[in-house]
């Protein structure tokens, strides 16, 4: 019988969502792939904020982000994107940022310009 994987998607084989933990800090930015789409992207073992770079937003494009260290992870839009979390919004190329461990966030592209929050815990900031 085949078992439920993350966001609804089916697997015989009990499939896992991939973990990326990156811990280059803000001198050094990490870029996400369209190919790492589903991936929960960790902060866990840096020593200084960690800058993710998301790709351009294309519908269906999904990435988690999980804070496991106090220096935080900020994830940051293309140019010409924003990143919507409830009603706040940020600017354009704009980012979200969160240092409190524990936070988690969810976010899908739902268009050619749009990333929309979801599934949520802790803190996180746009700007």
Do not use: K
């Not at 009990?14 to 990490?30: C, D, K, P, Q």
């Not at 800058?51 to 994830?75: E, K, N, W």
């Amino acid at each position: 019988m085949p078992t439920l994987a993350p966001f609804g998607g089916s697997s015989s084989s009990g499939s896992r969502i991939s973990v990326i933990a990156v811990t280059s800090g803000s001198g050094s930015h990490y870029v996400l792939l369209t190919t790492q789409t589903g991936s929960l992207i960790t902060n866990e073992g840096a020593t200084a904020e960690v800058y993710v770079d998301l790709p351009t937003a294309s519908a269906g494009l999904t990435y988690g982000f999980a804070i496991q260290d106090g220096d935080g992870m900020r994830a940051i839009a293309s140019a010409g994107d924003t990143i919507r979390t409830g009603d706040q919004v940020t600017s354009v190329a704009g980012y979200i940022t969160s240092s409190s461990i524990g936070s988690v966030l969810w976010m899908t592209a739902i268009n050619a310009t749009e990333w929309i929050c979801y599934a949520g815990a802790g803190i996180w900031t746009p700007n």
